[in-house]
């Protein structure tokens, strides 16, 4: 069975402090595994990651992928309050555009 | 700007009486999908659409229609709406060459009494 598993499922730390967040998968056929901020509405697109080893990074935020061990990676460091959000991975699963999302981990920044 | 919207943003509704959630989206996109969200499930799809007059179930779509008569549109029909239909529920987009990437809209709350 398809399957997304995030951890940790919760985080509260201060600000200035540098998070790493969890994804696991298992899928069939896997393509890309995607991460999503989402705040108080709709999640909002943060990487894309189809290769293993490759960092994406855009700016404090950064995220690898490991094809072989099957789990990426989203580092946050130097953490704002801006920050504190839910951050989802997803991965298409079966056809093409059928996405399984991960349960989210909710991050919490302190000032 | 193209974007994705939803309507209504709220609702409230009773047992048993059906519910149509819109989602309009102008990106032109191929793909449309309808998601909701409840406490430690994360997301998690009920339908989903790769081009007018095709539609497919997802994850969790019994209590759950939806049809495609034109790119723009996807709503979601809840026949017979029960408690447990209490969520959120997300539309998205993403287009052929967007290689997976979704764009979300903003999201409708449904409580059903």
């Known amino acids: 069975e398809d399957k997304v598993v995030q951890s940790p499922l919760s985080l509260v730390v201060h600000e200035g402090d540098t998070v790493t967040l969890n994804c696991s998968y298992e899928v069939t056929n896997f393509r890309s595994l995607l991460w999503y901020k989402q705040e108080k509405k709709a999640p909002t697109f943060l990487f894309m990651l189809t290769s293993s080893g490759i960092e994406k990074k855009s700016g404090r935020l950064s995220s690898i992928l490991d094809k072989k061990e099957l789990f990426s990676i989203l580092n946050i460091t130097a953490t704002q309050t801006g920050d504190s959000a839910v951050y989802l991975c997803a991965t298409p699963v079966g056809n093409n555009n059928d996405m399984r999302f991960g349960a989210g981990t909710r991050l919490t920044v302190k000032p | 700007d193209a974007e994705i919207t939803q309507s209504p943003r709220h609702k409230i509704t009773e047992t048993g009486r059906q519910v149509t959630l819109a989602c309009h989206q102008t990106?032109?996109?191929?793909?449309m999908f309808w998601y909701r969200q409840d406490l430690g499930h994360g997301l998690r799809l009920i339908h989903y659409s790769y081009g007018v007059q095709d539609t497919n179930k997802g994850e969790v779509s019994d209590g759950y229609s939806v049809s495609r008569s034109n790119t723009e549109d996807l709503p979601l029909t809840l026949e017979s709406a029960a408690s447990s239909q209490t969520s959120v529920y997300f539309c998205a987009s993403s287009g052929l060459a967007s290689y997976n990437e979704q764009f979300f809209g903003p999201g409708t709350r449904l409580t059903v009494l």
């Open positions: 990106w032109n996109h191929n793909n």
